[in-house]
Each structure stands twice: as C-alpha cells, then as structure tokens.
C-alpha cells in the first residue's frame, strides 16, 4: 500500500499524520507466501529499518504495528526478531518486550579491528598488482563519490562507500576473507549511518581519495596506512558521538 492509499484509509487527519511519521514506515507491506519466504522478507524489512536507522537504537519495537504494516502474522515477525537478536541488532527485555540493541562501542572496536587487520593486507595486495581494471574501478566509484559528499545523502553515499571496498577485495580474489570483512561490516552499518554526517562524507571521500592515489602510485605502505587511518577515524568518531547521544550507544 502506498503512503498515499494508506493516508486515506484512516479514519482521521492526525491519525494520517500518525501514519506517515511512524517508524514503521519504511516497511513495506508484502504478499503471500511459504511461512520460510515470509520470515525472511520480514527479517530483510526490520534489519535494513534498523541499519538505516528508521528504527533506531533502544526504541521498543511494537510486534502488532509491524504485523499490520506489513500485512503479516505475528509468526514470521516473532521468527524474524529471534534471528535479528542472534545477529545482534535486536534484545529482549524480561517483562518488557524486544528492543532495538543500543549500539555497543566495545563490540564496534573489534570489529574494526577485524576489519583494520584483514583491509589493510587488502590494499598492501591491490598495491602490488597494480591491475588497471581494479584502478579504473575505484575511480570511477570515487567520481560518483565526489559528487555526493557535500549534498549529505547518506544513504547513496553508503552504497558507494560499501562498493568502494568491495572492489579492493574482490581484487585480491581471496572470498573468505571477503566474507569475514562483510560480517564485520554489517556490524558496523548502523553506526556508519549515525556518524553520516555531511562533513563525514567528504571526510570519508577524502579519505577514499588518499587510498586510491597510493594504490595508483602502486605505493602499499602508504595505502596501509590510509586504509588504517580511514577506519580508525570511525572509532574517533564513535565517542564523540556517545557523548552527545548517549541514549543509543552502551558503554
């Protein structure tokens, strides 16, 4: 249902304005299916609400508001909410109910760590191959970069940026390590889009930029070192965030 059917089938204008400003609003409502089907599409719905931050940490996460904007029963909602709690992205409250996780810093610490180790071997490996399919590819994402990084779309920028280190890995062709960057990476995502600032994105392309220019100067340990210093301004960032919303971060 659009936004716009779904304003008129309530029965009042504050109940209209009450639709459209819920946070549930960015899920969609989906069709019929196997009861396996469902669980995943619900899961896929509530995980991308919560990285993008529609759902944001610690708010209570209200079951029979999610079945009725997506069309759904409380099963596949309930089986959804119990994989994204293994994921970590969800908690349950004793007494109280499931919960969006705060946003943990110990926990975004090792991750980067993961993340710091594995990438910057990445860009040392990318340096050395000096392939100019790889170059080009970087380049051409990082065009499409500089034209976001002032206009504070986060959400377009985020793709970008999410590709930008793909292409590194894809290039040194070892999967398994891709993998495990990736899972250290979904960790990361909300809190990516919490420090996506304007100044972050033209930070962060900066940054990119710095990366790309050593791996064109076939130079790996400066490329290291800018990869190492890209993710490290993230945990930086992190506690001062947690400074001033203190509300979504555990301590």
């Given amino acids: 249902m659009s936004l716009r059917n779904q304003a008129h089938a309530v029965s009042s204008p504050t109940d209209a304005a009450s639709a459209v400003n819920s946070p549930y609003v960015a899920l969609q409502k989906i069709k019929g299916g196997e009861r396996g089907s ?142 495990i960057v990736a899972v250290s990476r979904n960790a990361l995502d909300r809190a990516r889009q919490l420090l996506a600032s304007p100044e972050r994105l033209a930070h962060t392309f900066d940054e990119h930029e710095r990366i790309y220019n050593a791996l064109r100067a076939g130079d790996a340990d400066t490329a290291a070192k800018a990869m190492h210093d890209h993710l490290d301004q993230v945990v930086a960032e992190l506690h001062r965030s947690a400074k001033v919303r203190p509300d979504v971060f555990e301590p």
Avoid at 55 to 63: S, V, Y
């Fill in 38 to 179: 469902l669980t995943d599409a619900v899961e896929e719905a509530l995980k991308e609400a919560i990285v993008t931050l529609a759902l944001e940490p610690g708010m209570m996460i209200d079951k029979m508001a999610v079945c009725e904007r997506m069309g759904v029963s409380r099963f596949p909602v309930s089986a959804a909410l119990a994989r994204l709690e293994h994921a970590g992205l969800v908690e349950v409250l004793p007494q109280r109910g499931t919960r969006v996780k705060p946003i943990g810093i110990d926990d975004i610490r090792q991750h980067l760590f993961i993340r710091s180790a594995l990438e910057v071997e990445t860009v040392r490996g990318v340096a050395a191959m000096h392939d100019e399919g790889t170059l080009a590819a970087l380049a051409a994402n990082l065009e499409k970069q500089r034209s976001l990084a002032g206009t504070g779309e986060r959400l377009a920028f985020h793709v970008l940026d999410l590709a930008f280190h793909e292409i590194l890995l894809d290039a040194v062709k070892l999967p398994r390590v891709k993998e």
